[in-house]
């Protein structure tokens, strides 16, 4: 449980809702009633309790839950309340409600819920209905307060919940009122149990026995019927005389003559005969404490400004003063609702100031304990709205940029009335912020307008703001602006406007500007420009350190993480990541998002290593990374992992479930570059694993060879046409129809390399897609060469994804490349190059492979100094080692004439006239 409380604690569930109330051992237990209804639940697998506030429904159910335990069966149990009706927060909840059922989906759909909070919910409610019913285990979920949901979309989950539930669900529901649910069909066929009032009254029997048990009242049979008579076996109302009796020292027969039970009486009686019974410091604990929805000693005691709260407790617990623990430790307490209610009717009467008074001292309390979401809804209680505004002004931009919470603000500013919502530019725009990484950009831009119209126009909203404020406000909107733009995938429009700003902004607003370079680094990322992506993430990486900020820090390490990734530059990416973690510090609550961007990255460099053990044994933050950001490119390399990650370890279905998870979710939130990508990975990894008719099946099933970018802007298109032609490819290389995958295959690697040969990491991937052709097309030392090549490039960064993930078909070439292997040679380039084989070996054959985690020196800056080519580099390796034409022709798969025309060139490059004088000086470069 230790796991499922930090999760919950992330994001923002209250624990307490997902318990029933606490049993106390001394509590009055029905055992008849209970036995009965446990046996008409079993045969119709939905109960349903309708009362009243104090019928005992609650308590009931509690004994159900724990009856359902201890028969072995998974119990899970919601309590609502109020703001349970919002699709957002219910879906939360019940997801919350049903980890322990499946926990990697439940962490999943929870991310998935705080990264997007603008989403089709029906589509989600469908999702969870049928993760629900596929579940094989005995299970009962109990769902207390139903009287608050009117939500069309909540009532339509229960009513298919209810309708298409499995033999192996019993469903539990309690409310005050009617359920609005259709529940006509189970009460046709039998297939109800409904538990009224009626059913929960008790009888004057039970009175008696509940009188003596629970409050050690002796009781005449005589005396419980009329007490039964007068209450009619209302729970509520017999507790309520027994707190009565108690109190007032006369015996029952005498008490129960005038006691008036359920009539319009009963208020004023409780206050005259129950609270009036009460010590003093009792009564105004109680009438103090009444705001709280939870209490504890500790908090009742800054309430209060005194040191009685534990011992006022103690005794309201030890008498059944209709307090409710809601822990077995007895530190959080609540009132019972029919009791708190009348509690805060009375103070709002006697000292209405009072009340507002306690419900801010309340909310400076949880906010010393940075449990800011309790605190600012007291002050809403309060009706302090300028405080709770000033609240989520001040706290909203660390909840964002370190915690990467932007579901919370959206919450707070659902509580804040519409009035307050421009009561400050700053808060406008903490609100964009979160709406630009919650899938809403068209609202974010929106809110920075709004935002800009009122820093022209001071009359617009009536802020009074100084020069400076207004020029950074000003600079803010239109950073969070541009943001939401590349958010949204408009990515040229985004660059542009970021040039445009660069230009003209003050060089004074450090971390605009290096949120504008931020942008653009990810803007060139999604246009495939990877040079210029790292270029830009330098720049934001130099600006945030000036401005002091981690959170732009750890952006542009990320995004420049990306970029050297992609350009299969994977040491550099390396140090990218080893520079995020720096930055992000510790993880904790106050810098998730930081330490999930770093995570992130070295969970994208282990699986382009191929090394699928070590992000297992990672911090896991990476895989949270979907619950932080909207933006498509970091989030379609995290689903991508996972996936990745799970077929390389066996598990094909959790694969598919995660793809097609990530699938529906691009589909509900309009992401169609997003759902593009993640069906490709799907057919590609399909293909991997051997599962070439169900790739053909997810073809046909997504249409994915005429995929509709009509609502993609211009400069995402040729992307979406590459990934097809290649995975086009690929399914022609597994049906073994090699010359025409070739064809398809060159197409592209020309183009790629016309386009952008910064693109390593795909042109690897085409290289050795390229061999296999060859090799398959019976031009099997062309096929041999061109791996070859690839192999030689990659060893050096120990870049294994790209090649491996054209699967088995590349055994036969390796081991050809690996018979070639120069035995009394040895040399680091060599050695580097026979190791590599060796492990792209093992782990397509499915053997174990050691990971390789330390990158190797590198000596890529040769090239680019003396102006040497990659394979001028490798040929001169070979000299320095001792190796003939012949041998360097063999090694390199190359003739020896073109052995003989490289090393013209080198001479020429170095400056060197003999194979002895190019052998030196690699030594004398430390290329050997």
């Known amino acids: 449980m230790d796991t499922a409380r930090s999760i919950f604690s992330q994001f923002q569930i209250l624990e307490t809702k997902l318990k029933p109330p606490y049993l106390r051992a001394q509590a009055f237990a029905r055992e008849s009633l209970t036995r009965r209804v446990e046996a008409e639940a079993a045969a119709t697998r939905l109960l349903t309790l309708i009362a009243p506030a104090g019928s005992g429904k609650s308590t009931l159910m509690a004994e159900l839950y724990n009856g359902a335990l201890s028969s072995g069966r998974h119990c899970c149990w919601l309590s609502l309340d109020v703001d349970d009706n919002e699709s957002a927060i219910f879906s939360k909840y019940f997801i919350a409600c049903t980890y322990g059922l499946d926990i990697k989906s439940a962490e999943r759909e929870l991310a998935f819920l705080k990264y997007s909070s603008n989403r089709d919910y029906s589509a989600l409610f469908d999702t969870l209905l049928a993760r629900i019913i596929s579940i094989g285990i005995e299970i009962t979920i109990f769902i207390d307060d139903f009287q608050y949901i009117s939500n069309p979309e909540i009532i339509r989950f229960w009513n298919r919940l209810i309708l298409h539930a499995p033999?192996?669900?019993c469903v539990v529901i309690a409310g005050r009122n009617r359920l609005p649910l259709d529940l006509s069909r189970r009460q046709i066929s039998g297939m109800l149990t409904d538990i009224t009032q009626n059913d929960l009254n008790l009888t004057a029997t039970e009175i008696q026995r509940y009188l003596d048990q629970a409050h050690n009242i002796p009781c005449?049979?005589?005396?419980?019927?009329?007490?039964?008579?007068?209450?009619?076996?209302?729970?509520?109302?017999?507790?309520?005389?027994?707190?009565?009796?108690?109190?007032?020292?006369?015996?029952?027969?005498?008490?129960?003559?005038?006691?008036?039970?359920?009539?319009?009486?009963?208020?004023?009686?409780?206050?005259?005969?129950?609270?009036?019974?009460?010590?003093?410091?009792?009564?105004?604990?109680?009438?103090?404490?009444?705001?709280?929805?939870?209490?504890?000693?500790v908090l009742c005691d800054h309430i209060n400004e005194a040191d009685n709260g534990h011992q006022i407790i103690e005794y309201l617990?030890?008498?059944?003063?209709?307090?409710?623990?809601?822990?077995?430790?007895?530190?959080?307490?609540?009132?019972?609702?029919?009791?708190?209610?009348?509690?805060?009717?009375?103070?709002?009467?006697?000292?209405?100031?009072?009340?507002?008074?306690?419900?801010?001292?309340?909310?400076?309390?949880?906010?010393?304990?940075?449990?800011?979401?309790?605190?600012?809804?007291?002050?809403?209680?309060?009706?302090?709205?300028?405080?709770?505004?000033?609240?989520?002004?001040?706290?909203?931009?660390?909840?964002?940029?370190?915690?990467?919470?932007?579901?919370?603000?959206?919450?707070?500013?659902?509580?804040?009335?519409?009035?307050?919502?421009?009561?400050?530019?700053?808060?406008?725009?903490?609100?964009?912020?979160?709406?630009?990484?919650?899938?809403?950009?068209?609202?974010?831009?929106?809110?920075?307008?709004?935002?800009?119209?009122?820093?022209e126009d001071a009359t617009l909203f009536a802020w009074d703001l100084d020069k400076a404020t207004i020029e950074t406000c000003y600079w803010q909107a239109k950073t969070t602006e541009v943001i939401a733009i590349v958010a949204s995938d408009e990515l040229i429009k985004s660059a542009d406007k970021c040039k445009q700003i660069l230009d003209s902004i003050p060089k004074t607003e450090l971390f605009d500007i290096s949120s504008i370079y931020n942008c653009l680094a990810y803007s060139m990322l999604g246009q495939r420009e990877y040079v210029q992506s790292a270029h830009y993430a330098a720049e934001a990486y130099k600006f945030s350190i000036k401005s002091g900020s981690n959170y732009g820090s750890v952006w542009a390490e990320f995004l420049g993480g990306l970029a050297n990734v992609e350009m299969g530059k994977l040491r550099a990416a390396s140090e990218n990541a080893s520079k995020a973690s720096q930055k992000a510090g510790p993880a904790s609550d106050n810098n998730i998002s930081l330490c999930a961007m770093a995570d992130f990255i070295r969970s994208e460099i282990n699986v382009q290593k191929c090394n699928f053990n070590v992000p297992a044994e990672s911090s896991g933050l990476g895989r949270s990374f979907i619950s932080l950001y909207g933006p498509v490119e970091p989030l379609l390399a995290a689903i991508r992992n996972e996936a990745r990650k799970l077929v390389w370890g066996g598990q094909l279905n959790l694969a598919w479930e995660v793809l097609h998870h990530g699938q529906e979710i691009a589909l509900s939130t309009n992401q169609g570059r997003l759902?593009?990508?993640?069906?490709?990975?799907?057919?590609?990894?399909?293909?991997?694993?051997?599962?070439?008719?169900?790739?053909?099946?997810?073809?046909?099933?997504?249409?994915?060879?005429?995929?509709?970018?009509?609502?993609?802007?211009?400069?995402?298109?040729?992307?979406?046409q590459d990934t097809t032609q290649l995975i086009l490819a690929r399914v022609l290389l597994a049906e073994n129809q090699a010359e025409k995958a070739l064809k398809i295959i060159v197409r592209l690697i020309n183009a790629t390399r016309i386009k952008n040969d910064s693109r390593v990491r795909l042109l690897r991937a085409l290289a050795t897609m390229k061999a296999v052709a060859l090799w398959n097309n019976n031009q099997k030392k062309e096929g041999v060469r061109e791996l070859d090549k690839v192999i030689n490039d990659a060893a050096q960064e120990d870049h294994a994804y790209p090649i491996l993930v054209s699967g088995r078909q590349l055994l036969p070439i390796l081991?050809?490349?690996?018979?070639?292997?120069?035995?009394?040679?040895?040399?680091?380039?060599?050695?580097?190059?026979?190791?590599?084989?060796?492990?792209?070996?093992?782990?397509?054959?499915?053997?174990?492979?050691?990971?390789?985690?330390?990158?190797?020196?590198?000596?890529?800056?040769?090239?680019?100094?003396?102006?040497?080519?990659?394979?001028?580099?490798?040929?001169?390796?070979?000299?320095?080692?001792?190796?003939?034409?012949?041998?360097?022709?063999?090694?390199?798969?190359?003739?020896?004439?073109?052995?003989?025309?490289?090393?013209?060139?080198i001479y020429q490059k170095i400056d060197v006239k003999s194979r002895t004088a190019a052998a030196a000086y690699a030594r004398k470069i430390s290329l050997i």
């Open 167 to 169: 033999p192996t669900m």
């Open 220 to 297: 005449e049979i005589k005396s419980a019927e009329v007490l039964h008579h007068s209450t009619e076996g209302w729970v509520a109302g017999v507790q309520l005389a027994a707190l009565a009796i108690s109190s007032s020292n006369t015996p029952a027969a005498d008490f129960v003559e005038g006691f008036t039970g359920k009539d319009k009486s009963l208020t004023e009686y409780l206050l005259q005969t129950v609270l009036s019974e009460l010590p003093s410091d009792v009564r105004a604990f109680l009438l103090s404490s009444s705001p709280l929805v939870r209490f504890s000693a």
């Open 317 to 455: 617990d030890k008498n059944n003063i209709f307090v409710v623990p809601e822990d077995r430790d007895g530190i959080w307490y609540r009132y019972h609702h029919l009791f708190e209610d009348f509690l805060r009717s009375e103070l709002k009467k006697q000292n209405p100031l009072r009340y507002n008074e306690i419900c801010i001292r309340a909310a400076q309390w949880w906010e010393s304990q940075d449990l800011l979401t309790e605190s600012i809804q007291y002050y809403l209680t309060a009706n302090n709205f300028d405080k709770a505004a000033d609240l989520i002004t001040a706290r909203a931009p660390d909840i964002a940029l370190l915690r990467g919470d932007h579901s919370t603000i959206l919450d707070w500013m659902r509580r804040l009335p519409e009035k307050y919502h421009t009561s400050q530019p700053q808060l406008v725009l903490n609100h964009a912020w979160s709406c630009t990484f919650s899938r809403d950009p068209e609202r974010a831009i929106e809110l920075c307008h709004k935002a800009l119209a009122g820093l």
């Open 675 to 720: 759902h593009f990508g993640l069906v490709a990975e799907e057919i590609e990894l399909q293909i991997w694993s051997g599962q070439v008719a169900e790739a053909k099946e997810t073809v046909t099933r997504t249409h994915f060879f005429t995929f509709d970018t009509s609502d993609l802007s211009a400069e995402l298109i040729p992307a979406i």
């Open 815 to 905: 081991e050809e490349i690996q018979s070639r292997h120069h035995q009394g040679i040895d040399s680091n380039e060599l050695k580097v190059k026979n190791n590599f084989v060796n492990r792209l070996l093992l782990l397509l054959s499915g053997e174990a492979a050691e990971s390789v985690v330390e990158l190797k020196p590198t000596n890529a800056n040769v090239a680019g100094r003396y102006e040497l080519t990659g394979r001028e580099i490798s040929i001169l390796k070979l000299i320095g080692a001792g190796m003939a034409n012949s041998e360097i022709a063999g090694e390199l798969v190359i003739s020896i004439a073109t052995v003989k025309w490289h090393l013209h060139n």
